[in-house]
């Protein structure tokens, strides 16, 4: 159990907790493997757990009456989900799924609720992950109404790049099905946009990134 303990620790539901109140958490934690594309939670179902990613990654998804759904977040190590029931709710208000393979240690929603009324700031932790989710889905739909396909995915590229370099070379962390929803998009017009790109210095081949020029991709966001 120790050598989970720093994923543990650096998440920022536990933050402030001393190591040993993280220890004795840990002990009381499931912890499971996923494959990918497995389903973890679904939407609306009734909530018993709260959950914190130890390795890969999670995506959150909202659906429609119809059924279509759409990816909310891509989750990575030291991220929780479901730690907004601590303040209330009783089912879970998106479903979740492994995306590439992950580890998932599951925590039972009423052993955190006392251990939020014994360490209050556990609650401050949730209402700062809560502000920064917030903050994201109004990035998110700005980004929707003022930045086309292109210029988001231009935007998160960027986001990769060391501020100093030039040039630079990265590895997707995920499958591009995952980051196109991570972005808001069809896979389709994830392609569309990196072959828009091309003008801009950006080549992608597989999971491999080469942009040849930072300062011009940027011109391009």
């Not at 879970?92 to 052993?111: C, I, R, T």
């Not at 930045?147 to 100093?164: D, E, F, G, K, L």
């Not at 080549?203 to 966001?221: E, F, M, N, Q, Y």
Request: aromatic share 8%; net charge positive; charged share 20%.
């Amino acid at each position: 159990m120790l050598a989970k303990n720093p994923v543990l620790l650096r998440s920022e539901l536990f933050d402030g907790l001393n190591e040993a109140t993280v220890e004795r958490l840990a002990a009381t934690a499931r912890f499971q493997t996923f494959a990918p594309d497995e389903r973890i939670i679904t939407e609306g179902q009734p909530a018993a757990f709260v959950y914190c990613v130890m390795s890969g990654f999670i995506r959150l998804s909202k659906s429609e009456s119809a059924g279509r759904e759409a990816d909310i977040c891509i989750c990575e190590p030291g991220d929780t989900f479901g730690e907004y029931l601590l303040s209330g709710g009783g089912a879970y208000a998106y479903s979740a799924w492994s995306a590439d393979g992950a580890e998932v240690a599951f925590f039972q929603l009423s052993d955190l609720q006392a251990l939020a009324d014994r360490y209050p700031i556990m609650h401050r932790n949730v209402m700062r992950i809560t502000t920064r989710h917030l903050l994201c889905a109004l990035d998110c739909i700005a980004g929707d109404r003022l930045h086309t396909a292109a210029q988001r995915v231009a935007n998160y590229i960027v986001s990769r790049c060391p501020a100093s370099a030039s040039q630079v070379t990265f590895r997707l962390p995920y499958r591009k099905r995952i980051l196109a929803g991570k972005l808001g998009l069809a896979p389709e017009a994830l392609s569309r946009a990196f072959a828009a790109l091309v003008p801009a210095g950006v080549a992608v081949k597989g999971k491999i990134v080469l942009v040849d020029s930072v300062d011009l991709l940027r011109k391009a966001c």
